[in-house]
């Protein structure tokens, strides 16, 4: 099983891209755009006013609008939780000290959505202390599954509720409890907190978060940034404790993905080809529907058996690296003997069991392709990166935070007193619009002399940073 013994962690304007390394090699690459993570986090909030005629309160949880949260929304302050329809008096008094989580952004001039059902997520189920049930995904239909796993929760959350995700199917109980008791600690620390309303208790795990909490201990965790370094110190204290100092900062003048050879590598995994150790290689490529991976012998000397046993490996990585999630069916050269193929349905199972997200290897399919699936954990690699539309060319967004972090880097080199990005048109109008508060800290931090320029003949990787003086 592949160990991962670091994880870079690259912040720009508006993005946060995190790597996990293995002897230097990518095993997983997890990109972050825009600020909804803040949706999600746990806050102790101030009530300000109670509306008998909207049946809602408004709590100051620190923003500059207060947030909205509806009698039915605010029904689990009581526990047990208040029947439906009791009123929001009855729940709530002005200056109240509450704790609420926001579930919907702010719109226009109304506050963000608050609900007081807070929900604390992990990779296999959710927490959610303030509800009496344990409910298991739809998606897992099977009786005897079903109850196995609503068993295992509860004995780790002790009568507190929690959303079984249907990743967690075929998971251990051990891995469960595992799971379930570290939420359960990161509840108890929250709910103990009195600090002094609006105060912010609990961050949503995002990217960076994520991979340390699923990752091995010891790993080392380089990060590019000093702010976001702090915080995800105070939230590695709370949610793994024993990765206390593995945190530690990249200041050098070359990029922290640039040092690490990651960005070569992550344009590696978004080509369909892979060239295979010895020889041959793999041929990906994707639809709606499923997933298909080729195996070709090349001008490989091995034996077909020594091929299979490679190739599912790299196979393993590669679904990973590139968050392939649903159905995969594999051609692999073919092999008449049975027991060489249950060898390689077992080396592929063994390849893919250090997978964060849960993989099912379904066995040889009647035309003599193995099946696999994989859960649909987030965004595929490619969705992330690349255009919609036919020629794998980098998507607007992608390409517009590369110039981005790309003039920075440009600045810190040579800093000048002017900076003209030369971009294509769609990156530009992404900057224009759902780009906007990335360029705008760029151009901060470059003491607002940055400009953008669309050029209708480039293409969207293809941009240009011109600098000036004052």
């Not at 068993?151 to 051990?174: C, E, K, N, Q």
């Not at 995994?269 to 709606?288: D, F, H, M």
């Not at 060489?340 to 003599?368: H, N």
């Amino acid at each position: 099983m592949t160990v991962i013994d670091e994880i870079l962690v690259s912040v720009s304007p508006g993005e946060i891209r995190v790597a996990s390394l293995s002897a230097g090699g990518l095993i997983d690459i997890d990109i972050e755009r825009g600020t909804e993570a803040a949706l999600g986090a746990i806050h102790r909030g101030r009530v300000v006013h109670v509306d008998a005629a909207l049946n809602a309160a408004f709590v100051d949880i620190g923003r500059a609008r207060p947030g909205f949260l509806p009698a039915e929304a605010a029904r689990h302050l009581a526990q047990p939780v208040a029947a439906p329809g009791t009123p929001i008096a009855r729940l709530v008094s002005e200056g109240a000290s509450i704790l609420v989580q926001p579930i919907r952004p702010e719109v226009g001039d109304k506050g963000v959505g608050l609900t007081s059902d807070v929900a604390i997520p992990g990779a296999l189920g959710v927490l959610m202390p303030r509800s009496p049930e344990i409910a298991v995904s739809r998606r897992i239909q099977q009786r005897a599954e079903r109850k196995r796993l609503k068993a295992a929760v509860a004995a780790a959350t002790g009568g507190l509720g929690a959303i079984v995700r249907s990743a967690a199917s075929g998971v251990a109980a051990d891995r469960l409890v595992l799971e379930f008791g570290q939420l359960m600690r990161v509840w108890r620390t929250v709910a103990a907190n009195i600090v002094v309303a609006p105060a912010l208790l609990l961050r949503p795990p995002g990217a960076a978060l994520r991979a340390a909490i699923e990752g091995p201990v010891p790993v080392r965790i380089w990060i590019d940034d000093r702010t976001a370094a702090r915080h995800l110190t105070e939230d590695i204290a709370l949610w793994r404790p024993e990765l206390a100092g593995a945190i530690a900062i990249h200041d050098a003048a070359e990029p922290l993905f640039a040092r690490h050879d990651t960005d070569a590598q992550i344009d590696a995994a978004l080509a369909p080809t892979v060239a295979l150790p010895g020889g041959g290689n793999i041929v990906i490529e994707s639809t709606a529907a499923l997933t298909a991976i080729d195996v070709n012998s090349g001008d490989s000397t091995g034996s077909a058996a020594d091929i299979d046993r490679i190739a599912a490996t790299e196979i393993a990585r590669q679904i990973r690296l590139r968050a392939i999630g649903g159905i995969v069916v594999i051609d692999f050269p073919r092999l008449d003997d049975r027991d060489q193929r249950e060898r390689l349905i077992e080396s592929l199972r063994a390849a893919v069991s250090g997978d964060r997200v849960p993989v099912q290897i379904m066995g040889w399919t009647r035309a003599g392709l193995v099946e696999l699936t994989r859960t649909r954990a987030r965004a595929s690699l490619a969705a992330t990166m690349l255009d919609d539309r036919p020629g794998r060319q980098l998507g607007a967004a992608a390409a517009a935070h590369a110039a981005l972090r790309a003039t920075l880097s440009s600045a810190r080199r040579r800093p000048a007193g002017h900076y003209r990005l030369l971009a294509a048109r769609a990156v530009c109008a992404y900057l224009s619009g759902e780009g906007r508060a990335a360029f705008d800290e760029a151009s901060r931090r470059l003491g607002g002399a940055l400009v953008f320029e669309a050029e209708s003949a480039r293409a969207n990787e293809d941009f240009e940073i011109v600098t000036g003086g004052s």
